[in-house]
Nanobody
Framework: VQLQASGGGLVQPGGSLRLSCAASGRIFSINAVGWYRQAPGKQRELVAAITSGGSTNYADSVKGRFTISRDSAKNTVVLQMNSLKPEDTAVYYC?????????WGQGTQVTVSS
């Protein structure tokens, strides 16, 4: 079982990025999935999460700008990030409850800079 994060990059303030978190392997259950981020010198923080039933929650700092969604057929969770700000710069990680065990994907760097 693996979790693969992708989609980071460099974007100007006000721009958009789309992060994907794909689960692979022998998976019979995908429950809650979350996106976290960690900026240099700061603790890792929860950005957005989605349950198996589709309920979502967001950090106050990203509400109205980020949207988390899941494609169950593809075992993928997407984080659409709009109106990006320099303070969104961080390494982003996905975390998922797969088969009732938590896994981390590798980080993907998001840099917001002009």
């Amino acid at each position: 079982v693996q979790l693969q994060a992708s989609g980071g990059g460099l974007v100007q303030p006000g721009g958009s990025l789309r992060l994907s978190c794909a689960a692979s392997g022998r998976i019979f259950s995908i429950n809650a999935v979350g996106w976290y981020r960690q900026a240099p010198g700061k603790q890792r923080e929860l950005v957005a999460a989605i349950t198996s039933g589709g309920s979502t929650n967001y950090a106050d700092s990203v509400k109205g700008r980020f949207t988390i969604s899941r494609d169950s057929a593809k075992n993928t969770v997407v984080l659409q990030m709009n109106s990006l700000k320099p303070e969104d710069t961080a390494v982003y990680y996905c975390n998922a409850d797969l088969n009732y065990r938590y896994y981390w994907g590798q980080g993907t760097q998001v840099t917001v800079s002009s």
